[in-house]
């Protein structure tokens, strides 16, 4: 049998210096969690959500799919988008993806690697909706990172149309919606102007970012 005691004895020397540090804390986080934040991410494992953010165990509720994609029937994402909402009443969820994004990548290029190409026909269907401003995004590393972009800008407004973030908003429940973007090769996020507080804001929030991330790479 293989184990991996490598990664057993991290975490056992991981515990330790916590513990160290201060002797309640895993006692404490045991009786409740009260996240203020839920992230929806992609599965890279270069984008590791608490750590880039800062924050120790009990700070983000975390949900992570390949192109961090929401889709209003994917019962996994919106079980936890409800829980997080409804139950912890988290403040701020984050839609957070990342340049170089392999499932982005993949989409653009419509590579077929099997079953995940159903998965990546949503980023597709991102794709063909900014067809234009993909055009004149200039070469293909661009066109990459500008789909990055648009892909995190439209899963905002899927997080906002969900009916529990709408039904949140109804009955008046303080719930912010934000995009953000990481950089693998800095290790900054970038705020991709899209936080949205209420039903009112999101088409015109869509469009403002949309033509800022456009705007951005034509520069670029
Ligand atoms: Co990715």
Request: hydrophobic residues 45%; negative net charge; charged residues 20%.
């Amino acid at each position: 049998m293989k184990t991996l005691n490598d990664l057993l004895e991290n975490n056992r020397a991981w515990a330790t210096k916590i513990n160290a540090s201060d002797p309640q804390f895993f006692r404490n986080l045991s009786r409740q969690q009260s996240p203020n934040y839920l992230w929806i991410g992609c599965s890279d494992s270069r984008v590791p959500a608490d750590q880039l953010v800062g924050l120790p165990p009990g700070g983000l509720f975390v949900h992570r799919n390949v192109a961090n994609v929401v889709i209003h029937t994917d019962l996994n994402c919106l079980s936890v988008i409800q829980y997080a909402v409804d139950a912890l009443k988290v403040k701020h969820i984050i839609v957070c993806g990342h340049y170089g994004c392999g499932g982005v990548k993949a989409a653009l290029s419509n590579s077929k690697l099997g079953l995940i190409d159903n998965w990546l026909r949503h980023v597709q269907d991102v794709m063909e909706k900014h067809v234009e401003l993909l055009a004149a995004a200039g070469d293909e590393s661009q066109c990459v990172r500008l789909l990055c972009e648009l892909n995190v800008i439209e899963q905002v407004v899927n997080v906002c149309q969900t009916t529990i973030v709408q039904q949140a908003w109804e009955r008046g429940q303080e719930l912010s919606v934000h995009g953000w973007i990481y950089g693998l090769e800095d290790g900054l996020l970038r705020d991709l102007k899209m936080s949205l507080t209420g039903r009112s804001e999101v088409a015109g929030s869509h469009a403002a970012a949309v033509a800022a991330a456009a705007a951005a790479r034509a520069d670029a």
